[in-house]
């Protein structure tokens, strides 16, 4: 941040530093505690210096920005990083890849560049082997091919809203800064290969333990064993998917932080088991984690966290656990050095946090209950161990050999005694996953609800059953694949009992992610409630090696942060006395909330995508929901839909299962599948549904509702969607606002006979040349107008006719593609646009 906000010069810095490490060399000599700080503010000085001589845009190549502007161009590059899996090869679902440019050709002139895009390829599939099924599965298009296509490059596109993803800064970080699309026919393969011989190798490896999971497990269970082996879930279904988020299982399907300290501690566990000393198999561990997320190949969170387990591990060896855990802050001290923008980013926390947390309160946990148990049911029938244990494990070694006495009469004496000690062992083991699931989800849970809106208050006994199936489908995934080299026979039975165990993970998570609990969203935590957790989480952490009460105070305070976290929702965000009128940027669609003066909701439509643009955003999930939870919105009053367009409807049930809203408006109720599919979602939902018609007017939370469309008799015509729209004016005081969602001329023609003056217009249909009639504006006679729009869409939207007609009616208009979400406040004597305020 120092670097950031308060430029100064290289120079400047560089003698900062300089005179700071000397000071500091000064104080420590006299062992001050000054030194320290003087240390601390050397560290802060050479972040703000790396920041500054950082390039822009996360260092990614910005020649390639002046030719995306949507002119036409001819590309030519390599394949920098293989694009997703395809389910269905002939499918018309894109495959999307990273490339790396080598020439670029525009208007006649032909430059070399080394900017790295990513492309969007749609067509059928072609591939190399076409009699091998398992190809079908594979990337089309691999990595260091060359290719050239004709296309057109645009710069990526953020949903402009509070809580939006920053998806162009996401994928500058990967280095992109712009996108493209081409059909599969019009890409022209180069002869040749470029980039990394052992990148070639990691991904020929990648896709050679793909090709072989698909011909040892079903598909189902090919898809599941693809996530928990390597992270590529591409294969288990978005149904499936979306139980594993909700159940706080999602873990499990990726390659995170959290599954490389899981993986680890399981890796070092069964090393220790089997006798393996303690620093071969710290060695072992650290060797196996990093070969593992370098197979894996998912990027720079990864390695931090397996760095920063590397440590860990090496501190352990040589230091007291005090020192331990120095080590793992140094380590994160120096990762922020480098890169002082980490900190802000849910990566770097989650991956520190899941070490730490793992490091700082579950083992100090373990130690104290668990671990004293294990080491006392090692060589339980040798009295002479009994000198080296504590009392209390005297006894309870004694009372285990008094209860084998007795059991020794019916079951023998050669197999008594190893049942009870291995059977305690692996009894005590599930303990150990227990309180490391519970401290670990108790810890996440800030992090959760601040990145991902989500209170998985079913995942502990989630995690309980899917991070032991997890390990089971690992152990036995590595063994199949590894003997399917040397024999596909041998290899049936491990991979029969992966199999298994990834169906009874897939069971289990499916019907717990069924409960209503465990759908429990939560707004972004408030201030308080994001001191308090970090607060009760250092606090853990500080009394984990105390005394028992103190350590258990410290456990206590952290799930007193959960509850608050799940249960006591922060107040939302709305200015009172005023109605709000805010238009969501959800591209080329419509979402309108309106907020009353006293704090009531009603969300007008939720955006969605055409089923043929093939895309997997949620416009509900991804877009609206962030939005409102931004706000401190848990609950809406009333949605409603203005009719069963894509554009409109689609993103409607996932606003249904956050929100849980009072009421569902409709007007006309078409025989639509997507609006069917939303009625019974809310019916499931317990959610009244309401019809609205020409006519209706009605009071709701201090507001003057009057509907204009659809007319009363929509039901007895043909169906015309645009037409028999919902269309309504809401109004506080002697302010209104006009919402007219897709309402087209004949529609407009009728609501202007009813002169309905309006403050506010909702332009209809995205400013398309169907709408926005004189007669309309003349009577309505707004002083704002807001177009609902999607940036370059494929319409035209907002047309240019429309665009004079309302600067010519002296109309003041805000756009979503250009000003993001727009609100106006109506105070019940005039209307002001929030930038005026």
């Not at 645009?154 to 970080?173: I, K, M, S, V």
């Not at 152990?475 to 009992?497: C, D, E, K, Q």
């Not at 250092?538 to 105070?553: G, K, S």
Request: with cysteine; proline share 5%; charged share 20%.
């Amino acid at each position: 941040m120092t670097g950031t906000y308060f430029w100064r010069p290289a120079l400047w810095w560089l003698i900062a530093i300089a005179v700071f490490l000397i000071a500091a060399g000064y104080w420590s000599r006299r062992r001050s505690r000054s030194g320290f700080a003087v240390i601390l503010l050397v560290l802060s000085f050479t972040g703000a210096l790396i920041t500054e001589l950082r390039p822009p845009l996360g260092g990614a190549d910005t020649a390639v920005l002046p030719f995306a502007d949507g002119r036409d161009v001819v590309i030519t590059g390599h394949v920098a990083k293989e694009g997703n899996p395809k389910l269905e090869p002939h499918g018309s679902a894109p495959e999307r890849f990273d490339l790396q440019l080598e020439q670029i050709t525009s208007a006649g002139q032909t430059l070399e560049l080394r900017s790295k895009i990513r492309v969007s390829v749609y067509g059928n599939a072609v591939r190399d082997a076409p009699d091998s099924p398992t190809d079908d599965f594979m990337p089309a298009f691999h990595y260091g091919e060359r290719l050239r296509m004709a296309t057109r490059l645009y710069p990526p596109r953020n949903f402009r809203n509070p809580g939006a993803f920053d998806y162009r800064g996401f994928l500058a970080d990967e280095g992109i800064l712009a996108l493209a699309s081409a059909k599969l026919d019009g890409i022209e393969r180069l002869p040749g290969f470029a980039g990394s011989r052992a990148e070639r190798w990691r991904t020929q490896a990648y896709r050679s333990i793909m090709s072989r999971v698909r011909q040892l497990w079903p598909a189902r269970q090919a898809g599941l064993i693809d996530a928990l082996l390597i992270g590529e879930n591409e294969f288990v279904g978005r149904e499936l998917l979306t139980d594993f988020q909700r159940t706080g299982t999602y873990h499990v399907l990726v390659i995170s932080g959290l599954k490389i300290g899981i993986l680890a501690m399981f890796i070092f566990w069964i090393l220790r088991r089997v006798r393996v000393r303690d620093f071969a198999s710290s060695v072992a561990t650290i060797v196996l984690t990093m070969a593992y997320a370098t197979l894996t190949g998912v990027g720079v969170p990864v390695w931090r966290a397996t760095l920063m387990l590397a440590l860990y591990l090496t501190a352990r060896l040589l230091y007291r656990d005090r020192s331990v855990l120095n080590t793992i802050g140094a380590a994160a001290i120096a990762l922020l050095v480098v890169d002082p923008a980490a900190m802000f980013g849910a990566s770097f926390q989650l991956s520190f946090l899941c070490v730490l947390i793992i490091a700082a309160i579950g083992s100090p946990l373990l130690d104290r209950t668990t671990r004293p148990l294990t080491a006392a049911l090692r060589n339980l029938a040798a009295t002479g161990y009994d000198f080296a244990l504590p009392p209390q494990l005297v006894q309870f070694r004694l009372d285990l050999r008094m209860i084998a006495g007795r059991l020794e009469r019916f079951f023998g004496k050669r197999l008594v005694i190893p049942t009870l000690s291995r059977g305690g062992r692996l009894l005590l083991l599930g303990c150990e996953f227990l309180v490391i699931s519970l401290v670990l989800q108790a810890g996440f849970a800030l992090p959760m609800a601040y990145y991902f809106h989500r209170a998985t208050l079913i995942a502990l006994p989630a995690n309980v059953l899917a991070v032991p199936l997890t390990e089971v489908v690992m152990l036995g995934a590595m063994l199949a694949l590894g003997m399917s080299f040397v024999s596909v026979t041998a290899s049936r039975i491990p991979a029969l009992v992966a199999g298994t165990a990834a169906e009874a993970m897939a069971g289990s998570v499916h019907w717990m992610g069924a409960l209503r609990i465990s759908d429990a969203r939560v707004p972004t935590p408030g201030p308080g409630v994001i001191l308090f957790g970090s607060a009760a989480l250092l606090l853990a952490m500080l009394l984990a090696r105390r005394r028992a009460l103190l350590a258990l105070a410290g456990v206590l305070a952290l799930l007193a942060s959960t509850l608050w976290i799940c249960f006591v929702p922060p107040r939302p965000q709305f200015r009172a006395g005023v109605l709000e009128v805010t238009a969501i940027d959800v591209g080329q669609g419509d979402s309108i909330l309106v907020v009353s003066p006293s704090g009531r909701t009603l969300l007008l439509d939720a955006g969605g995508v055409p089923h043929w643009m093939h895309s997997e955003l949620d416009i509900g999930e991804d877009v609206v929901s962030p939005y409102l939870w931004s706000r401190g919105f848990h609950q809406l009053d009333a949605v409603a839909v203005s009719h069963a367009h894509a554009d409109h409807i689609g993103g409607m049930t996932a606003i249904l299962a956050n929100f849980r809203p009072k009421e569902l408006w409709i007007g006309v109720d078409t025989p639509n599948p997507e609006l069917a599919g939303l009625l019974n979602e809310a019916k499931n939902l317990h959610v009244p549904v309401v019809r609205r018609e020409a006519g209706d007017s009605f009071q709701a939370g201090g507001l003057d509702f009057r509907v204009f469309a659809p007319a009363r008799d929509a039901h007895s015509r043909a169906w015309r969607l645009n037409d028999d729209c919902l269309v309504m004016r809401v109004g506080y005081g002697s302010t209104s606002a006009l919402l007219e969602a897709d309402a087209e001329k004949e529609t407009e023609r009728r609501i202007a006979g009813e002169l309905p003056r309006s403050d506010l217009l909702k332009v209809a249909h995205h400013g398309s040349a169907t709408s926005t009639l004189p007669e309309l504006l003349s009577a309505v006679q707004p002083r704002f107008a807001v177009i609902s729009v999607g940036t370059r869409n494929v319409y035209g939207h907002p047309r240019r006719e429309v665009l004079e007609r309302l600067e010519r009616s002296g109309v003041l208009t805000a756009r979503t593609d250009l000003d993001g979400a727009t609100t106006f406040y109506l105070d019940g004597r005039t209307a002001t646009p929030a930038a005026l305020r």
